[in-house]
């Protein structure tokens, strides 16, 4: 298992940016894909945007497709996302996702995460 500690949420203004970041315990060779979900006040647990680690191959909910960027570091098994042109349904606690190497590079529900961040709280006024 991998532990994966986040910073960088807040509170900010609608339009406003914010970069999240992730870094994970495990080395870069036993990462398969990292990512991010978020879960909002009363709604379940919800894909954002992954990342293969190798590949760097991206996929986006199609809610934050032109909005965020999701990069990673490899040699600090970092991933970023930056969120552009945030708005108040962006609003909840986001979560960075883990999923180890030499399994599927899947990640699209919880089921696929090997390892869990704690969250960090976006709120997004209008």
């Known amino acids: 298992q991998a532990q994966l500690v986040e910073s960088g949420g807040g509170l900010v203004q609608a339009g406003a940016s914010l970069r999240l970041s992730c870094v994970s315990s495990r080395p870069s060779s036993s990462t398969g894909v990292m990512g991010w979900f978020r879960q909002g006040p009363g709604k379940e647990r919800e894909k954002v945007a992954a990342i293969t680690w190798n590949r760097g191959s991206t996929t986006y909910a199609d809610s934050v497709k032109g909005r965020f960027t999701i990069s990673r570091d490899y040699g600090k098994t970092t991933v970023y996302l930056q969120m552009d042109g945030l708005k108040p349904e962006d609003t909840g606690v986001y979560y960075c996702?883990?999923?180890?190497?030499?399994?599927?590079?899947?990640?699209?529900?919880?089921?696929?995460?090997?390892?869990w961040g704690q969250g960090t709280q976006v709120t997004v006024s209008s």
């Open positions: 996702a883990w999923r180890r190497a030499y399994r599927s590079l899947v990640l699209t529900t919880p089921t696929d995460v090997d390892a």
